[in-house]
């Protein structure tokens, strides 16, 4: 348990400038600051296989992650669980075409409540605030509620890039009673990218939208959702 911090300027050569949340681990964190973070992936927090990670009251500013393939540049999470209630994370990087400029997950279960992603890019990648991927015949699922994206940016996905990259594969987006506006992307997607392999017709990539806002975002194309 992360009792209220102030965690700033931690840099790591690998993931997880600010904090490494090793296998099988349960993490809580409440009230908490991380700002000015950096590492390869997770500018400030990486989750590995089978965590569990609830984050409360809490903002992340101004982190980066610097690999490019990879990203991240809050929060990196791989196979694990991740609740992220009444938080804000705004102005981070996922720099050198890495995906994620905010969050960056993969066959994982993530809930984001009553939060703010603002502002955070993925400078030559894409999912300016989030990026969901699954590259296994396995599920990973996104589900945000009563939570604002706003002023994101990526080459793709300016908010969102939800991605099925596997015969078998399902990558899940479910919004609810959410705002996503004036987001913007230099490809497509300007709020959100769904995608999955062209190859394959054995997999899904799915978006749900119910009583929430997808409005005001851009791309050269000029569609909120590609």
Avoid: K, W
């Amino acid at each position: 348990r992360t009792q209220p911090s102030s965690l700033s300027g931690y840099s790591s050569v690998g993931s997880g400038g600010a904090i490494y949340n090793d296998l099988n681990r349960t993490l809580q964190i409440t009230a908490s600051q991380f700002t000015s973070n950096s590492a390869d992936y997770g500018g400030a927090l990486t989750i590995t296989p089978s965590g569990i990670v609830t984050i409360t009251d809490s903002i992340f500013t101004g982190n980066i992650a610097t690999q490019s393939g990879n990203g991240g540049g809050a929060i990196h999470i791989t196979d694990s669980s991740l609740t992220l209630l009444e938080s804000v994370l705004n102005n981070n990087v996922a720099d050198n075409a890495g995906e994620g400029g905010a969050i960056r997950a993969m066959e994982s279960t993530v809930a984001i409540i009553d939060s703010t992603l603002a502002g955070n890019l993925a400078a030559r990648g894409v999912g300016g605030a989030i990026y969901n991927i699954e590259e296994d015949d396995n599920l990973s699922a996104i589900t945000l509620v009563n939570s604002t994206l706003s002023a994101n940016r990526a080459v793709s996905g300016g908010a969102i890039y939800n991605f099925a990259n596997f015969d078998g594969a399902e990558a899940r987006v479910n919004i609810r009673s959410s705002t996503i506006v004036s987001n913007s992307a230099n490809s497509r997607g300007g709020g959100i990218y769904n995608t999955g392999i062209v190859s394959s017709s054995n997999q899904t990539a799915q978006v749900e939208l119910s009583n929430s806002i997808l409005a005001g975002n851009s791309e050269p194309g000029g569609p909120d959702c590609f």
